[in-house]
């Protein structure tokens, strides 16, 4: 079975603009969760999507969003990039939704805003 | 609010055991998880705990305390491949995974 993918796996911006971010969960997986990792924060949840519903949000400015496809393909979109918003994306999916499911990582999105 | 604590670094021998510490303050509580990072890798899945005790798998075992809020990791026979940072992350009452800034593992020889 192929894990998440994630795409692309690098990315430089510049400030203001806008940028799309595509993850593909394993096959049969309902659930994509997003993840910014920074040196300095670590792993922050940013959002949840479950059968194309948001089941849960991090505290994140509104310019970041998202959206999950019929089949399960997420992406996600900031807007107005700051230099702050310098990170890696890690996507994750797992096969449903609840407590106990694990989740399986993709390889992440490495984003550079100058 | 949800505060996940876990040392920063910590260092030890090959062949040895390490334990690597988590607290965690939480608005409900729905389970603990342990991740491992390489550098430049993706989280990968170590271990689940819900339940107080130990849960032992391999070299790897995770311990909870759902009423001191704590848990750790102990990895036995450490090998060079082990150096990693190791995540603490808590699922809270509603599903989020709340990650810990990790610990960073260094083996030595």
């Known amino acids: 079975k192929a894990g998440v993918t994630q795409t692309p796996r690098y990315l430089i911006k510049t400030r203001g603009q806008q940028v799309t971010l595509s993850c593909s969960p394993i096959s049969g997986h309902r659930s994509v969760s997003w993840y910014q990792q920074t040196p300095g924060q670590g792993l922050q949840f940013l959002f949840e999507y479950f059968s194309e519903t948001q089941r849960n949000k991090g505290n994140f400015p509104g310019r970041f969003s998202g959206r999950q496809f019929s089949n399960s393909r997420s992406e996600m979109n900031v807007s107005t990039l700051e230099l702050g918003d310098s990170a890696l994306y890690l996507c994750?999916?797992?096969?449903?939704?609840?407590?106990?499911?694990?989740?399986?990582f993709g390889p992440g999105t490495r984003l550079t805003v100058t | 609010g949800q505060n996940i604590d876990q040392p920063t670094e910590m260092t030890a021998t090959e062949g040895a055991i390490v334990q690597i510490n988590c607290t965690y303050q939480?608005?409900?509580?729905?389970?603990l998880f342990w991740y491992q990072q390489h550098a430049g890798e993706a989280p990968t899945f170590l271990s689940y705990?819900?339940?107080?005790g130990l849960e032992e798998k391999g070299r790897f075992s995770s311990f909870l305390s759902r009423s001191k809020g704590y848990s750790y990791l102990l990895l036995k026979e450490l090998q060079m491949k082990d150096s990693a940072s190791y995540l603490c992350?808590?699922?809270?009452?509603?599903?989020?995974?709340?990650f810990g800034t990790g610990t960073l593992l260094a083996v030595q020889p």
């Open positions: 705990n819900v339940l107080d």
């Open positions: 939480t608005s409900g509580f729905n389970g």
């Open positions: 994750a999916s797992s096969s449903d939704w609840g407590p106990s499911y694990e989740q399986y």
């Open positions: 992350a808590v699922k809270g009452a509603t599903n989020k995974l709340i």
